[in-house]
């Protein structure tokens, strides 16, 4: 006669425990971060303010961080890994880091091309990597495509970052995928022969060289002039669309996606959705002089006054995909 009451006792302490394991979890996500900490807090405050959920999370190198989860595994605290990049979440989802996430509002808000085929990232914000040229010794009508950079008439005029960076490795192997490896080594071998300079660490330093005359047209992350025109709004320096009669602008998010060992994935679902929406996409951004990746969203004024520009929509899983290909590829052809 003992046994049904210690079976209703089992299943009562049993029940309270799930329901309070989960509502623990539901107060509070991890989240391991590329993206450095200025650029995430605000938005993670504003989340917390709205939700009452907390975040933790850490803020290092992508690569770092993808070592991290998978020597973690299961035992990992965190939910969401956020980095930039498409590569990069390409690396991730392919080392088995990420978890698919069905979602009818991440399908609306985000555009096919800025998201993972099988919905394992999302991309949040955007960013160009755009044609920048000196106003003082370059016309807008002497500009078109990547491609015609490697048009003799750009001998010794071409500034770039290194090869070594993961920008430049994502442009190159959009390349491959739209050209084939063939083509886009010509390309490639081109802006080569076109420098006027070394490559230079970071896109502020291939625009100072533009500005002291060390080269006149170079290749850049929006962002990038976004900041160098906040210090010095009449800097000599324009942005152009390039590729805007074929394939578009290359494009490049940063993003997030689902950890596959949270042990809070429908809450970090939830989260994500809300990044997708209008507040967070202003947050997140703004922030950094970026695009959001929801159409909705209104541009940051002056992001908006670089005026509007067809993207090429090429999925950016690609980027990934491709990546190893486009690392051999500039090697072989000396882009350094």
Not at 64 to 84: F, G, M, S, Y
Not at 225 to 244: C, E, H, M, S
Request: no cysteine; hydrophobic share 40%; glycine share 6%.
């Amino acid at each position: 006669m003992k046994r049904p009451f210690h079976r209703a006792v089992f299943f009562f302490f049993l029940i309270f425990f799930l329901f309070f394991s989960d509502t623990a979890f539901s107060r509070e996500l991890v989240v391991y971060s590329a993206r450095k900490e200025h650029l995430i807090q605000p938005v993670f405050n504003r989340y917390t303010k709205e939700s009452g959920i907390q975040i933790k999370y850490i803020t290092d190198k992508a690569p770092v961080l993808l070592q991290r989860l998978k020597a973690e595994a299961d035992n990992t605290p965190a939910d969401l890994l956020i980095t930039v990049d498409a590569g990069n979440l390409w690396h991730a989802d392919n080392e088995g880091l990420l978890h698919p996430v069905s979602s009818n509002i991440l399908v609306a808000n985000i555009p096919r091309h800025l998201r993972d085929p099988e919905n394992k990232w999302f991309g949040l914000s955007l960013r160009a990597r755009t044609i920048v040229y000196s106003t003082k010794r370059v016309k807008p009508e002497d500009l078109s495509t990547y491609e015609a950079l490697a048009d003799p008439k750009w001998k010794k005029r071409l500034v770039l970052r290194t090869s070594k960076k993961v920008y430049n490795q994502s442009l190159v192997a959009m390349l491959i995928k739209e050209h084939g490896e063939q083509k886009a080594a010509e390309i490639v071998k081109g802006w080569v022969n076109n420098l006027s300079t070394a490559p230079f660490s970071n896109d502020t330093k291939t625009m100072e060289a533009i500005l002291a005359g060390q080269g006149d047209v170079g290749i850049v992350n929006t962002y990038y002039y976004g900041r160098l025109v906040k210090k010095t709004p009449d800097i000599p320096l324009a942005l152009f669309w390039p590729n805007q009669a074929s394939s578009g602008v290359h494009v490049n998010v940063s993003g997030v996606g689902v950890v596959a060992a949270s042990k809070n994935k429908a809450q970090a679902i939830a989260f994500l959705e809300w990044l997708s929406g209008g507040a967070a996409q202003k947050l997140f951004a703004d922030a950094n002089m970026e695009y959001p990746v929801n159409p909705k969203v209104p541009i940051h004024p002056m992001v908006a006054s670089w005026g509007t520009f067809k993207q090429n929509t090429i999925n950016l899983k690609n980027a990934g995909e491709y990546q190893s290909a486009a690392i051999r590829l500039m090697d072989r052809v000396g882009y350094k």
